[in-house]
């Protein structure tokens, strides 16, 4: 398991006397890119506040590298944080706006050039330096907001709704370029967008109403839904056909099936057991699903 990074543990958050977030818990690591998926008003953005340590918690708390985050603000050194709205200036330069950033964390005029240049370079702005950020199309302000974000190299990157509102191949470009990020440090990400999740999170934790309510591990493995006319007593029993690593019986003849390669002799295998093959289709991850069975309780939709 990679560095610790950041940790929260029971934080939660009341205001007015009504709970924003309430008994959240993650561990972030090295390397991990971490979704934190729900709709509107799910709490997504009070948690990011608070483990940002741009709110404080009213229950529970955040640890950044070891050290507790309201406590010692200055751990706060460690984290970049592109909220929702882009914190840029816009009658300044990118290079202004990037200079201002790295003053607020304390670098002097030399290293904030240094860092200024390294960052553009590696976000693709090294031609729009001067560029007035109120000028900047939706996709480049928001390559100049986490370019502001990662100017003082930090350990944890926290992105709030970072595709919302970009076109599909800004969005896509905007997904690349984080996913070059992550090796480098630990990056949570906020979406109420579904591809945001699947193509660039380890794990998903699903909010609803303040709550931490579900949590989904997105590996490698293909996921696949079948029907099955005489299903097995035991879904035990699928485990071996083919490429089956693991069977959900969902109910009504439902399975869901977590494969370990594409698995071609899939139905060849479950036919010649008997079991009668009437549907079969891709599933992967079944966010959407996942998604709206937390929703289901309260009557909301996705």
């Known amino acids: 398991m990679e560095k610790l990074l950041l940790s929260a543990k029971d934080l939660g958050r009341k ?17 991990e890119t971490v979704g934190l998926l729900g709709v509107n008003g799910a709490g997504k953005s009070t948690t990011l506040a608070l483990l940002s340590g741009a709110l404080a918690p009213s229950e529970g708390g955040v640890t950044v590298l070891g050290v507790d985050l309201h406590h010692h603000p200055q751990a706060k050194k460690h984290i970049g944080l592109l909220p929702e709205t882009p914190p840029l200036y816009a009658n300044l330069s990118i290079d202004e706006n990037l200079d201002f950033a790295a003053r607020l964390r304390g ?11 390294a960052v553009k370079k590696r976000l693709g702005l090294d ?3 001067k560029r007035l950020c109120g000028q900047l199309s939706k ?31 800004q969005a896509q470009e905007l997904r ?24 660039l999170c380890q794990r998903v934790i699903v909010l609803n109403d303040g709550r931490q309510v579900a949590e989904q591990a ?34 009504n003849g439902w399975y869901q099936l977590e494969l370990d390669d ?3 002799a899939l139905a060849e295998q479950i036919t010649a057991a008997g ?13 959407q699903s996942l998604l709206a069975q937390t929703l289901s309780a309260t009557g909301e939709r996705p």
């Open 139 to 169: 996709g480049m302000a928001q390559r100049a907001a986490i370019a502001q974000a990662l100017i003082h190299s930090p350990k944890v990157l926290i992105l709030d709704e970072p595709t919302a509102g970009l076109d599909p191949a």
């Open 15 to 31: 205001d007015q006397g009504k709970a924003r977030l309430s008994g959240f818990n993650l561990d972030l690591h090295q390397g």
């Open 218 to 251: 997105m590996n490698n493995h293909r996921m696949v839904r079948i029907r099955l006319k005489t299903p097995p007593q035991n879904p035990a029993q699928l485990i071996g056909i083919a490429s089956i690593r693991k069977a959900e019986d969902q109910g």
């Open 275 to 287: 079991w009668g093959l009437l549907a079969l289709i891709p599933s992967q991850y079944n966010l």
């Open 107 to 117: 670098m002097s005029a030399s290293q904030a050039s240094r860092a200024r240049a």
């Open 127 to 129: 031609t729009l330096g």
């Open 262 to 264: 594409a698995g071609e």
């Open 176 to 199: 690349e370029l984080i996913r070059g990020l992550s090796g480098e440090c630990g990056i949570l990400l906020a979406s109420h967008i579904l591809a945001d999740m699947e193509q």
